[in-house]
């Protein structure tokens, strides 16, 4: 089986500068988009930094569970920062819906835990992920799976929007109720 780094460009976020500025960096909590708050800062000066394009899988370098994703239109063009690895796989060896789903599976996770250093907030170090063994099925397969994986994830995503709507009409119900007793 062919490692990630022989698949992928496996790349290492930046810092951002202490400088405010117009450049958008993503942080490990903006890969959650209920907690997404995009710093912006000067551009940055390293020469590995890489924005973030369509066929981009950004994982955290750092926590106790591997979460992949693919980058939505808010981060595309943003810049990964340290705590997160940009992956850029060769989308004609490797599906990136594929990858992440691949990525997030439990079995791997453990895998890439077992390389972690650091106590309290164990880090993920990029040459286990970079030797990170991959099966490559065709492409069609790869697709296939890649699909189905975006597909929870999309169902996922509009249940927690669902959830958090019904949410808020109940509220607005039950305060409405109350301003009827009041008048």
């Known amino acids: 089986m062919p490692r990630l780094a022989e698949l992928a460009l496996i790349v290492t976020g930046v810092a951002p500068p202490s400088d405010g500025g117009g450049v958008r960096f993503i942080q490990m909590k903006d890969l959650d988009p ?8 000067a ?8 924005p973030v394009e369509r066929g981009d899988v950004l994982v955290p370098s750092r926590g106790e569970r591997t979460l992949a994703i693919r980058p939505d239109s808010e981060l595309l063009g943003a810049f990964p920062s340290l705590d997160v690895y940009l992956v850029r796989p060769d989308e004609g060896r490797l599906d990136p819906d594929y990858l992440a789903a691949f990525l ?22 990029k040459e286990a992920l970079s030797e990170l063994e991959v099966p490559t099925p065709p492409m069609e397969r790869q697709r296939a799976i890649g699909g189905l994986a975006a597909c929870a994830r999309e169902q996922a995503l509009l249940g927690t929007r669902l959830r958090d709507a019904e949410a808020r009409l109940t509220a607005a119900c039950i305060a409405s109720a109350f301003k009827t007793i009041e008048a």
């Open 104 to 125: 997030t599976l439990p079995a791997v996770g453990a895998s890439l835990r077992t390389s972690t250093a650091g106590a309290s907030l164990p880090r993920i170090p």
């Open 43 to 50: 551009a940055p000066t390293a020469g590995r930094a890489t």
């Open 34 to 41: 209920e907690r997404r708050q995009l710093v912006r800062r």
